[in-house]
């Protein structure tokens, strides 16, 4: 079965500093990986998405994730942080084995101070 | 954001009642999904709908029906709540055209099983 790890519970951070989120999947196919952020008390979000070519993908708000084919990682970056960045972060994997669902992982939670 | 609602936002309810949480979308997107959210595990998947009357079931299926009558109605039932379904209930919509695979997210309910 596909399954998605993250592999930060709770990562705090002060303003400026860098980010980078783990995100590990397992299947060996063709992937089509997505980073989704809640803010608290919100739905879910679409930070950015990975089909096909380029690798490094750029999203909103300053994010990018560069997926490593060979590593089954896809991990979220950004160079700076800033206190609007706390929030939920879910990494997601198109599943094959319901439809077209979303396999999520557990989550990470970012708490940034200022 | 996605024309995506869901009622009711709040509810609490006693064990053994009937529930139905309500998913309406104006995209007329084909695919919709319900997931439920709980701390530690994420977002997981209870049923989907790739059409109208076409179900299936997801990972968390036990204790939950669903149907859809129209394309923009996708409708979940707890047909006798438990403790364990308190819970956030999320909705998400697909367009799966063009091999677009990323979702969108109602507002989520927040049901309360006593």
């Known amino acids: 079965a596909q399954s998605v790890s993250q592999h930060n519970h709770h990562v705090i951070l002060s303003e400026a500093a860098s980010l980078e989120l783990g995100c590990n999947y397992s299947?060996?196919?063709?992937?089509?990986l997505f980073w989704y952020v809640q803010y608290p008390g919100q739905h879910l979000q679409l930070l950015l998405k990975y089909f096909s070519g380029d690798p490094l993908v750029k999203g909103i708000k300053g994010f990018e994730a560069e997926f490593i084919k060979s590593k089954f990682s896809f991990n979220l970056r950004k160079p700076s942080v800033q206190w609007s960045d706390t929030a939920e972060y879910f990494c997601?994997?198109?599943?094959?084995?319901?439809?077209?669902?979303?396999?999520f992982g557990k989550g990470t939670t970012l708490s940034v101070s200022s | 954001d996605a024309g995506i609602t869901q009622s009711p936002r709040h509810k609490v309810t006693e064990t053994g009642t009937p529930v139905t949480l309500r998913c309406h979308q104006t995209e007329n997107h084909r695919y919709m999904y319900w997931y439920r959210q709980d701390p530690g595990h994420g977002l997981r998947l209870i049923h989907y709908s790739y059409g109208v009357k076409d179900t299936d079931k997801g990972e968390v299926s036990d204790g939950y029906s669903v149907s859809r009558s129209k394309t923009e109605d996708f409708l979940l039932t707890l047909e006798s709540a438990t403790s364990s379904q308190t819970s956030v209930y999320f909705c998400a919509i697909s367009a799966l055209d063009w091999g677009s695979y990323e979702q969108y997210f109602g507002p989520g309910t927040r049901l309360t099983v006593t």
């Open positions: 299947y060996g196919g063709t992937v089509n």
């Open positions: 997601a994997v198109r599943g094959n084995q319901a439809g077209t669902a979303l396999i």
